[in-house]
């Protein structure tokens, strides 16, 4: 199958190359290029631009992919919260862009979106088809870019599956989330929390990306927003703990305020995400820690 994967060096384009290279055509888009060892090694194409300009179009007339998974993004709370103006350039109006070249050369498109579009969950998860209220610029700019797309599928048959993504843990993140928790207890024995009481839906990136696959493979699934999560709901201050426990080292654990745009509660209704991937063992929280732990140790 030809994929174009646009971000397709960030974090989980690189999971997703490294995993199915040798079994999908891809041709990546990205903004930078690296790696070029092993994009060259396993002969995947690559063309450097931005979603935000008119090359996403050129590029998608060139190649003509069967897939387009929209993984570019300005990502991060903090950064969105910082340059508004970009989040909503490359988040929403981007992926304007990319939807409309995956329309004009008959693409489907796999759209990564966020679990920042729901906001707070209201009642014990959130479904989706509940009422989206993000607090924050990062989901806002995510909604807004689901809103395109549906419109698209809607008026002008755009094929498409929309992921709304929870939080992805796993090595080669280092500087992020959890990496960055684990890192810190293991070289200074603390842990810097804002907040504390916020939960986290973790899934470890390998599962995201067998699913990801999944999906694409599978006709039978197209036109559907998809929770994509795990069973692991926890706070931070749990999260914290468990890495404690694995070290074996009571860790210091350093507090301050939470930050205004994070969602303090969050769990995702996974009954969709069950039914398309059933052959999935996902990797258990304790077992996807250790793996970060003895990486990093």
Avoid: W
Avoid at 143 to 167: H, S, Y
């Amino acid at each position: 199958m030809k994929i174009l994967i646009t971000g397709g060096l960030g974090y989980l384009g690189k999971n997703f190359i490294k995993k199915f290279c040798n079994i999908h055509e891809i041709i990546i888009f990205s903004k930078t290029i690296s790696e070029i060892d092993f994009l060259k090694q396993h002969n995947i194409i690559v063309e450097k631009g931005c979603i935000e300009n008119i090359e996403i179009f050129n590029v998608m007339k060139k190649h003509k992919p069967e897939i387009t998974l929209h993984f570019a993004a300005l990502t991060g709370l903090k950064k969105c919260e910082d340059e508004p103006s970009k989040a909503f350039l490359i988040n929403t109006f981007g992926t304007f862009n990319v939807a409309k070249a995956c329309l004009s050369e008959k693409s489907k498109m796999i759209f990564l979106s966020s679990r920042e579009v729901y906001g707070e969950t209201v009642g014990k998860e959130s479904r989706e088809n509940d009422p989206l209220n993000p607090i924050n610029i990062y989901g806002e700019s995510k909604m807004m870019a689901e809103d395109i797309i549906q419109k698209f599928g809607k008026i002008q048959e755009l094929k498409f599956n929309i992921l709304r993504l929870t939080n992805v843990y796993g090595n080669g993140n280092e500087n992020r989330g959890i990496n960055k928790m684990i890192n810190s207890a293991i070289e200074t024995n603390t842990i810097q929390i804002n907040g504390g009481n916020q939960t986290l839906n973790l899934i470890y990136v390998d599962d995201v990306v067998e699913i990801i696959n999944n999906i694409i493979t599978n006709d039978n699934i197209s036109n559907k927003i998809i929770n994509l999560g795990s069973n692991d709901t926890l706070t931070i201050n749990q999260l914290s703990k468990s890495i404690s426990n694995i070290l074996g080292n009571k860790i210091e654990l350093k507090y301050f305020p939470k930050k205004s745009y994070e969602v303090n509660y969050f769990k995702p209704n996974l009954e969709k995400l069950k039914k398309i991937s059933i052959k999935i063992q996902p990797i258990k929280l304790e077992e996807g820690l250790k793996k970060i732990i003895e990486t990093s140790s």
